[in-house]
């Protein structure tokens, strides 16, 4: 259903329900037969396949069914002359297709499968009785089969399904090709996942082919002995640390202004539609142009009701935020600084070892705890779309992650000046913490994975006591089922797995830049693990073999998480000016006039060439602004004309017969638009 091959079906949507036992005396009102048939009926291709256990009803939609559920949903789509209109099933013609040649991108089909599975509704003047296993269920008029089926526990479960075809592509084109560490096919990337996820690997393979600088930068100072000039080289690595986070951030903001031209991506799709799990929504509050239309025309009441709205989200912000602070300065601060004083008192490694199993156990229960405080408390935030949400859930589960990883690594730079310490907790973070959670990262799936076959096989043994052969699965779809979800580790209800693979590199980067000064082969550390371990062939991996396919999200950026890295490099500065003072002091005593002046000099300095160089260079390519201006042209220019022909028509038509002096060139385009 993809480019050329458009009119192929295949199968992208997966409905599971159990196996029956028995058979239903009146086939007519089962209700799986039921909804079968209601997918049949709104154009569905359908394919039934028995599993061990379950039963999976596969769905692939043909272009025209697509293209009247984006008609329904009032879809825009950008159009050949530049303008996002809404779309039209008898004018597909004038819509730009994607990179690959298809009509619709993954996150749009996503939506219109999204909108014709949920819109089986019954049409019927009285409710109908279904049966299921000898269970009556009663489909009341107007609801949703599948949703009624979903809370009855007939209907399992709904997800997207893998295109083998594409699948193995990806699979050798880009996870299994170690030859070139950041080449990807970013289109390919998109057209399959969506664009959250090509974003992500866009970011992540341009941060691997710039972490080379600062690498050999630090490997150099390793390894060469400057005598003298250390104290002179170490500023200059730092200050050129500095430009390279800066001057990295704006060329990737002109790489995503780039891609999100390339993918025509003016949010046209909704991106309160862009992450929406088959049965999964969010509500969200009255937003302003709802509070528009009930106030009508009245300008005051407008005026009061928007200004109401606006402070009103601030303060619920600002309130929430307000808590989630006081919560980690007055429960996580003190017992991680409690944990970190612990640490380097104890001398006896046994009681390390166990005062460290401690601590992590109730560091994660105090994560989730945290996690599901900021989830209550964002449900009463006025966020506009489910993007929104999110953004605001990683601000809030960030600082709790910022506090747990770094506040140990402070006690030892900055109270303890240990610096020895300092380096065997980076390189402890840095290596060891890196390749564990790149190993249980990609060893987890396939556990669960394996445990479930070995239960689903189980279970098929005890029911068939006589049963000696062997159980094998046969359907491909019956595996992709039993594989775990992309899903974060906390607040699934909100983000997928990006999350953790934001937060492991936005921790990654803190640690790396905070600490520069005092350890500059942090860098090449970093980039020995995103390089030699290959942080994006281990990431596609796991999305192409180890999980189901994730649902799209639409968001064409990577939202909080660009806050988040240049808040880190704003803490960079602050740290690295103050461990530069530090190494100063030979004495190790501390010396407020020197040392407050050279703070106060090298904040300033870094503090004025960062915010400098994030002018430097513009956040949009000049070809993307230069097509975006055309296109605003004609746009304007096609309006003006037809809004003229309008007008013309319809002076034309109210004054009848009553001759008109005209130019020749205005009155042939009157009469035409009369003709036509």
Known sequence: MNGVGEDQIVFEIAVVVPKRNLKEENEGYDCVEVLVNEFRNVGFVVERVIGLSDEFIKLAAPLETLGRAAAKLQMKKPTRIGIDLQFEWEEVEAFVRQPDGSLFSWCERFQCYHHLIYETVNKKNSCITLKFDGKEIQWELGESLLRRLELEGIVRQVFPLHDETKRKKLLRNWALNCWDFTNQPIDDIYAYFGTKIAVYFAFLGMYTRWMIFPAAFGLILQLVDFGSLQLLVLPAFF?????????????????????????????????????????????????????????????????????KYEWFSYLKRFRNDAIIILSIICLQLPFELAYAHLYEVIKSGIVKFGLTAVYLLVIQYFTKIGGKI????????????????????????????????????????????????????????????????????????????????????????????????????????????????????????????????????????????????????????????????????????????????????????????????????????????????????????????????????????????????????????????????????????????????????????????????????????????ATD
Request: net charge positive; hydrophobic share 45%.
């Open 239 to 307: 200050i050129s640390i500095v430009l390279w986070a800066v001057l990295f951030f704006q060329f990737w903001k002109r790489k995503n202004s780039a891609l999100s031209a390339r993918w025509h991506l003016n949010f046209s799709v909704s991106t309160s539609q862009g992450y929406k799990l088959l049965g999964r929504e969010w509500g969200s509050l009255q937003s302003p142009m709802e509070l528009t239309k009930n106030l009508g025309t009245d300008k005051t009441k407008e005026k009061e009701a928007f200004q």
């Open 374 to 673: 900021s989830i209550r408390l964002i449900k009463y935030e006025n966020n506009e779309n489910t993007e929104y949400k999110a953004d605001s859930l990683v601000y809030k589960v960030f600082g709790l992650y910022f506090m747990q990883s770094y506040i140990g690594v402070f006690y030892h730079a900055l109270l303890h000046r240990n610096f020895m310490t300092l380096r065997q907790v980076l390189i402890q973070r840095l290596i060891l913490s890196e390749v564990l959670e790149n190993l249980l990262e990609n060893s987890l799936p396939y556990l669960k994975y394996s445990y479930k076959k070995y239960r689903a096989v189980r279970n098929k043994k005890k029911r068939e006591k006589g049963s000696t052969g062997k159980i094998q699965f046969t359907s491909r779809v019956e595996k992709e089922y039993l594989k775990p979800t992309y899903s974060a580790s906390i607040c699934e209800e909100l983000e997928d797995g990006l999350f953790d693979d934001f937060l492991e590199l936005a921790l990654q980067f803190g640690m790396i830049m905070m600490f520069a000064c005092a350890f500059p082969l942090a860098f090449a550390f970093s980039a020995l693990v995103y390089n030699a371990f290959s942080e994006i062939r281990t990431d596609a991996l796991k999305l192409l073999a180890m999980l189901k396919r994730p649902g799209p999200r639409a968001a064409a950026t990577i939202g909080a998480w660009l806050n988040i890295f240049q808040f880190l490099i704003l803490m960079s500065i602050c740290t690295n000016s103050a461990l530069l003072v530090w190494l100063y002091d030979q004495e190790g005593k501390w010396k407020i006039e020197p040392g407050l002046a050279a703070i106060l000099v090298m904040e300033h300095v870094l503090l004025l060439i960062k915010f400098g160089f994030s002018r430097f260079v513009p956040e949009e390519p000049a070809w993307v602004r230069a097509n975006r201006m055309k296109n605003a042209t004609q746009a304007q220019d096609m309006c003006s004309k037809q809004l003229l022909r309008s007008i013309s028509g319809g002076e034309k038509a109210f004054s009848g017969s009553i001759p008109r002096k005209t130019p020749d060139g205005l009155k042939k385009t009157v009469m035409q638009r």
